[in-house]
């Protein structure tokens, strides 16, 4: 339920739109949820968690309660609250994320707008657009 579309949740079917929404969802609940200590080893020796559960929401509760606890943290108040939460080692990745939101939820009439468009594009190209600046950006980290 934590990686479910919003209007999936809500019952309205489903587009092309809610795949990228839940990876979307994948992509920050890993970078919350999951870090490992000792950096340079190949095998992660242990899992390191948030001290509070942040995304709790997310996957308690009826599936309208959690849609509606997902609009609320899409928003961009909220929204700064749940990438601070993001793992010191995904700290990079915030930018990444907030392309993301912007992309998958454009503000309409000062809301997040989580319809389909018409115009599959629009999102593909914001979403392939994000990615691509982030990979750039983090290959000059390196």
């Not at 479910?4 to 969802?25: C, N, P």
């Not at 200590?37 to 190949?42: D, W």
């Amino acid at each position: 339920m934590q990686f479910m579309a919003i209007e999936v949740l809500e019952g309205k079917g489903h587009t092309y739109r809610h795949d990228l929404e839940s990876l979307f969802y994948v992509f920050v609940w890993m970078c919350i949820r999951y870090s490992y200590e000792g950096t340079g080893r190949q095998k992660p020796s242990k899992v390191v968690r948030p001290k509070t559960n942040i995304l709790r929401g997310w996957y308690t509760r009826i599936y309208t309660e959690i849609a509606r606890n997902k609009v609320g943290d899409i928003g961009k108040t909220r929204f700064e609250n749940i990438i601070a939460e993001f793992a010191p080692k995904f700290e990079n990745l915030k930018p990444l994320a907030r392309e993301l939101r912007s992309t998958l939820f454009p503000i309409r009439d000062r809301d997040i707008f989580t319809g389909t468009f018409h115009d599959h594009d629009i999102m593909y190209d914001g979403m392939i657009m994000a990615l691509n600046t982030a990979i750039g950006r983090l290959r000059k980290e390196e």
